[in-house]
């Protein structure tokens, strides 16, 4: 079941799936202008800003305006293996995304890599899994040798600062 989650101002984290999603009772009234009704309550919303990319809306409900992010399944996956849009350059270690087999390192510490260089392959289900660079950077430290079995989330290398 898909999920979808909601950051309201940054503080609140709502998780909604697909069939709570369908059920939501609105009527567009106007360009950008809903009439809502939940648990027999009546709410005016108001979509005043919106960003597209980013997922990222500006809304106002009964005159009191919420900042709201949006993500997906696909969306956390992504920033959960450091590769969220505008992160890159924060990026100072590298996870395993899965677990698996290290097939090949193709970086030395030390070595200075662009952003997207391939730096090892990871086996996971029979699949080799070309693990890119997030950033440009210099390798501080290789964790892992080639042949060596990693688990999910196991720190595979670190950037220097």
């Known amino acids: 079941m898909a999920i ?19 059920a939501f009772d609105s009527i567009e009234v106007s360009k950008d202008k809903f009439h809502i009704l939940q648990h027999q309550k009546s709410f005016t919303a108001e979509i005043i800003a919106s960003d597209f990319l980013k997922k990222t809306y500006k809304v106002k409900v009964n005159n009191n305006l919420y900042d709201i992010s949006l993500s997906n399944e696909l969306d956390i996956l992504i920033k959960d293996m450091g590769f969220e849009l505008g ?13 698996g087999l290290v097939l090949e390192i193709n970086v ?13 392959i990871l086996e ?12 440009d950077g210099i390798i501080k430290s290789i964790a892992v040798k080639k042949g060596q079995a990693v688990d999910k989330n196991a720190l595979l290398l670190e950037f220097e600062d």
């Open 108 to 120: 030395d510490k030390g070595q200075e890599v662009k952003e997207n260089e391939s730096l090892l």
């Open 124 to 135: 996971a289900m029979k699949m080799e899994n070309v693990l890119s660079s997030p950033r």
């Open 87 to 99: 992160a890159s350059k924060q990026v100072s270690e590298l996870h395993a995304p899965m677990p």
């Open 4 to 22: 979808q989650k909601a950051l309201v101002n940054n503080q609140h984290e709502l998780e909604l799936n697909i069939s709570e999603i369908s």
